[in-house]
């Protein structure tokens, strides 16, 4: 069964919010200098690249990225195409009918045909806070979109991501899904335990689903 990379290359060229901390790496040994091994040291956002928020990122008292559930980053998932709607760009919750929901447990939305992780587009889709009511009330385990976030670039507020922490979903941006037909999969998105953090970088794949005869 195929292999779907759906990941953002992370590099120096990797665009951030604006004010994040882009990606830098320096080589603390090198075997061309004498050292035994390459080692290097990176400094980043962790919104860098593909990546999940935890409830930390935008609520004080929400839970750091070590302690999420990790069941909702792994298993069978939609892969379901749509365009933003308005100013600011907002997934409609239109869209989101009962035929495209039915049976689905993971949303993966694909909201464009181009896909640069080196461009930041402030006008990107966001999934906004009536579309999330929607995957909230159809009981969806974690939602996941190809641009930076659940809320559009000016938001304050955040809504978008609190209906859907309040609602149980979790949350999976900057996917890449060009190359994925439309349809479901199995999803992996594990990611890392790190303590006290707002968030973390995954390397996230899908895997199509075994053939019924």
């Known amino acids: 069964m195929r292999l779907f990379d759906i990941s953002e290359p992370i590099e120096s060229r990797s665009a951030t919010f604006p004010g994040d901390t882009p990606f830098s790496q320096e080589w603390v040994a090198r075997q061309e200098r004498g050292a035994s091994c390459n080692v290097s040291t990176i400094r980043m956002s962790v919104h860098v690249g593909t990546h999940t928020d935890a409830p930390l990122h935008f609520d004080v008292a929400g839970p750091d990225i070590a302690s999420v559930q990790l069941d909702?980053?792994?298993?069978?998932c939609r892969v379901v195409e749509v365009r933003g709607e308005g100013s600011p760009s907002l997934i409609p919750a239109s869209a989101l009918t009962s035929e495209v929901l039915r049976g689905a447990e993971r949303i993966l939305f694909r909201t464009r045909s181009e896909h640069d992780h080196r461009v930041w587009d402030p006008a990107f889709t966001a999934v906004g806070p009536e579309a999330a009511k929607v995957l909230v009330a159809a009981g969806i385990k974690l939602v996941g979109i190809d641009t930076p976030s659940m809320d559009h670039a000016d938001s304050k507020?955040?809504?978008?991501?609190?209906?859907?922490?309040?609602?149980?979903?979790?949350?999976?941006?900057?996917?890449?899904?060009?190359?994925?037909?439309?349809?479901?999969?199995?999803?992996?998105?594990?990611?890392?335990?790190i303590v006290n953090g707002d968030s973390s970088p995954v390397r996230a794949v899908l895997r199509e689903l075994a053939r019924r005869d």
């Not at 941006?173 to 999969?185: C, H, M, Q, S, W």
């Open 72 to 76: 909702a980053y792994l298993g069978r």
């Open 157 to 193: 507020e955040l809504d978008g991501h609190h209906l859907l922490y309040e609602g149980g979903v979790a949350i999976l941006e900057n996917i890449d899904l060009r190359a994925v037909p439309v349809g479901d999969y199995e999803l992996i998105a594990l990611p890392l335990k």
